[in-house]
T-cell receptor, first 112, second 115 residues
Framework: DGGITQSPKYLFRKEGQNVTLSCEQN?????MYWYRQDPGQGLRLIYY???????QKGDIAEGYSVSREKKESFPLTVTSAQKNPTAFYLC???????????FGNGTRLTVT | AQSVAQPEDQVNVAEGNPLTVKCTYS??????LFWYVQYPNRGLQFLLK??????LVKGSYGFEAEFNKSQTSFHLKKPSALVSDSALYFC?????????????FGTGTRLKVLA
C-alpha cells in the first residue's frame, strides 16, 4: 500500500541536542512538506520541496533544516537553535498542481 | 496576506442533527480549497476539495462543502451528524508564492457530536 511513513512516533531529547525526524513516501509524489502542529495554532509550514535537491523555507523555518537527496525522503532536523521545539510534526506529500496533501501519522517530539 | 480563518474553536451538535463548520479565506487568484479531518495523534485525512465547477462539493463520509466566491467562504456541512464524526477539522487553501504553491491551514475546529 502506498503512503507516508514518519518515524519514530514519539521522540524525547534533551535541550541543546539536534534531532532528525524521518519522512519517507512511496507514492511517487514530487512535492513534500513539513508542518508543525501546536494546540490552537493549526498547522504551520516549516519547509517544503517541489523537486529533488531543491527546497524552500516556509513560515517558521528558523531553527530547522531539511534535505531532499531522494524523491522518497525528506528528513527534518530540529536544531538546538529552535527555541521551542516540543510539538507534533507532520510530513505530507502531493502530486504537483493542486492535488490534496497526503499526511503521515506524525512524530511527537518532546524536548526537556 | 493570504490566510484561512476558522472562526469557531469548537462546534457542538446533537447526533442526527445537521452540522456546519465554517471557513473563510483570503488568497490571490482562483482558490483551491480543501477540508481535512484529524483524529487524536494521527495525521490529517483528506475529505474534499474545490478547484472549479459546481459550488457544492461532495466528499468522503457524507460530508459536503459549499464554495461561495462573494463571501470567500467554504463551509463544511453534513445533513446528519454521527458520534464518530467527532474530531478536529481543518480548512486549507493552496496559495501561490514565488512561482510555486504552498498550502495554508486554518487553526482547526473541534467538532463534538453528542449522543
Amino acid at each position: 500500500d502506498g503512503g507516508i511513513t514518519q518515524s519514530p512516533k514519539y521522540l524525547f531529547r534533551k535541550e541543546g541536542q539536534n534531532v532528525t525526524l524521518s519522512c519517507e513516501q512511496n507514492l511517487n509524489h514530487d512535492a513534500m512538506y513539513w508542518y508543525r502542529q501546536d494546540p490552537g495554532q493549526g498547522l504551520r509550514l516549516i519547509y517544503y520541496s517541489q523537486i529533488v535537491n531543491d527546497f524552500q523555507k516556509g513560515d517558521i523555518a528558523e531553527g530547522y533544516s531539511v534535505s531532499r537527496e531522494k524523491k522518497e525522503s525528506f528528513p527534518l532536523t530540529v536544531t538546538s537553535a529552535q527555541k521551542n521545539p516540543t510539538a507534533f510534526y507532520l510530513c505530507a506529500s502531493s502530486i504537483q498542481g493542486g492535488s490534496p496533501l497526503h499526511f503521515g501519522n506524525g512524530t511527537r517530539l518532546t524536548v526537556t | 496576506a493570504q490566510s484561512v480563518a476558522q472562526p469557531e474553536d469548537q462546534v457542538n451538535v446533537a447526533e442526527g442533527n445537521p452540522l456546519t463548520v465554517k471557513c473563510t479565506y483570503s488568497v490571490s487568484g482562483n482558490p483551491y480549497l480543501f477540508w481535512y479531518v484529524q483524529y487524536p495523534n494521527r495525521g490529517l485525512q483528506f475529505l474534499l476539495k474545490y478547484i472549479t465547477g459546481d459550488n457544492l462539493v461532495k466528499g468522503s463520509y457524507g460530508f459536503e462543502a459549499e464554495f461561495n466566491k462573494s463571501q470567500t467562504s467554504f463551509h463544511l456541512k453534513k445533513p446528519s451528524a454521527l458520534v464518530s464524526d467527532s474530531a478536529l477539522y481543518f480548512c486549507a487553501v493552496r496559495a501561490p508564492t514565488s512561482g510555486t504553491y504552498k498550502y495554508i491551514f486554518g487553526t482547526g475546529t473541534r467538532l463534538k457530536v453528542l449522543a
